[in-house]
């Protein structure tokens, strides 16, 4: 295994890191916050601990999709760790445990926060928080491969490690340039919504922290009340572009090029559309004699399906007071989530689909026995290894669910707030249901928990397997004995 280069990419996320956190400074200055020294403290900590890594170039350049793996799951938590160090020297949250899961769940794009009164963060540390969900909305690995000097497949291995969705594909021939076509978009779309933002009466701080809680899809509001207290034209630029980024981005980069034909021919977003129109529409007719209008249970419906199925997290209603129905229906899409190759979770569209045709064939097997028929998706024939990764993803998903529901379970809360705090970190959400509803937060559970559930946000945000890697004896045994050679040969 190349040691080397996993030490070299984790000083370049350290250094990257680094110049992230001066940003809070920035606005801390603005605002005259002496917290902004915090940030500068943990930015220097930061660059120095990334220079120090990555120090000595490494010799080979080359790696394999197992060290792609390993430095994604452990740039992840480098990152989540000198993150949460701000919050911590500022005092705004003493507790390094609660420190690191917010900041893992802003990183994460999940949206679950420890915090009871928001609106007491400094506007430094409020920033912070929206703008961790920015940076881990694309993720950093990816920005990384635009600059880093990679060699041979080296920049695909890591791509795929920390890309979302049952495959990743390149938009052009080289990936650097796909990394930098993507970035491209995020940042379009970002700047767009923040436009319309202004627009619609927003402060610019307002409109950034929202922008970037959006584009990410990660949900951290700046008010208490989330977005409840804004107007219903500023509701509905955020339903939409919570949309937006939940679709493939590949159909932004066919639309660049005019190929309106390819996009349509894109059954996952078809899909993606369709459970959203089918859900609203469900909520809509159980809210409306509850609301106080048919424009007002569209806003709210609508808003709240984006907001789940997209896993962003943001609130305009207390949902947990809705009937069983619409909970249960945003329950749903909190495991059915987003489109692969965008900013949002869950489980993905294009698995569910894959799986639903796997259950079809499977059942018309029984009835022709003989009959030779192959899955078909975005009318491609869906290789066997996808089918087999796409099950495979699924019961270690359903397993990794059971067991954090099973381990959190010892606090004696209520199996809703338990099955629901789960499935909202694991699918990279934010809000569940009763004690960790949109009204509420996740300050209730004990240490224990909250380190349960900053594994389930990361598991979830990395597709599983990079971060569960690490617990693999070989790999170590493996990194050991490599390590021993290279000692041995100098």
């Known amino acids: 295994m190349n040691g080397s ?59 394999y999709l197992k060290e792609g793996c390993v430095a994604t799951s452990l740039g992840w938590i480098f990152l989540s760790f000198f993150g949460c160090l701000p919050f911590l020297f500022t005092g705004e949250i003493p507790s390094f445990t609660d420190a690191l899961f917010e900041t893992v769940s802003g990183f994460t794009t999940t949206g679950a926060s420890i915090l009871s009164d928001v609106e007491a963060l400094s506007h430094c540390s409020l920033f912070w928080r929206s703008f961790t969900h920015w940076i881990g909305g694309m993720g950093v690995l990816v920005f990384l491969l635009a600059i880093i000097p990679l060699s041979g497949g080296s920049h695909f291995n890591l791509m795929r490690a ?46 950034l922290n929202t922008g970037f ?22 509701q509905w630029v955020v339903t939409i572009f919570m949309i937006l980024f939940g679709i493939n981005f590949n159909a932004y980069y066919l639309l660049m ?32 004699n509850t609301s106080a209008g048919i424009f007002d249970a569209l806003t709210h419906s609508s808003f709240q399906v984006a907001s789940i199925i997209t896993t962003t997290g943001f609130s305009t209603v207390d949902f947990n007071q809705w009937s069983q129905t619409c909970k249960s229906v945003l329950v749903l899409l909190m495991f059915i989530g987003a489109c692969a190759g965008s900013t949002g ?25 003989k009959s030779i028929k192959k899955i078909e998706f975005e009318k491609k024939p869906v290789a066997h290894e996808v089918v087999r990764a796409v099950n495979v993803y699924f019961i270690t998903f359903m397993i990794l669910f059971v067991a954090s529901v099973f381990a959190i379970s010892f606090e004696g809360k209520d199996l809703i707030t338990n099955f629901t705090a789960v499935a909202a970190t694991i699918n990279n959400i934010g809000p569940g249901l009763e004690l960790v509803g949109p009204s509420q937060n996740f300050s209730i559970f004990t240490s224990f928990s909250k380190y349960v559930l900053i594994f389930d946000m990361l598991a979830g945000r990395l597709e599983l397997f990079p971060l569960l890697l690490l617990f693999h004896p070989t790999l170590w045994k493996d990194f050991f004995i490599g390590h021993r050679r290279k000692k041995r040969s100098s």
């Open 5 to 63: 280069m996993i030490r070299f990419i984790l000083g370049y996320i350290l250094k990257t890191e680094a110049i992230l956190l001066l940003l809070p400074c920035v606005v801390a200055g603005f605002y005259g916050e002496t917290e902004g020294l915090s940030y500068l403290i943990a930015a220097l900590l930061c660059g120095i601990f990334g220079f120090l890594i990555c120090f000595r170039k490494p010799k080979n350049t080359v790696f």
């Open 162 to 207: 920390e890309s979302p969705g049952p495959s990743v594909g390149k938009l052009v021939p080289t990936v650097r340039y796909t990394a930098r076509i993507l970035y491209l978009i995020y940042l379009s779309l970002t700047l767009l919504e923040i436009f319309l933002l202004l627009a619609g009466g927003m402060s610019l701080f307002d409109a």
């Open 213 to 234: 809680g959006t584009a990410g899809t990660g949900g951290f509001g700046i008010k208490n009340d989330s977005i409840a207290s804004y107007s219903p034209y500023i």
């Open 257 to 288: 090029f005019r190929k309106l034909k390819k996009v349509l021919a894109m059954e996952e977003v078809r899909y993606y559309l369709l459970i959203i129109v089918a859900a609203i529409g469900i909520i809509f007719a159980n809210i409306l």
């Open 345 to 369: 979770g869950g489980i993905k569209v294009s698995r569910f689909v894959i799986l639903i045709k796997t259950v079809i064939k499977e059942l018309n097997s029984y009835i022709h026995p």
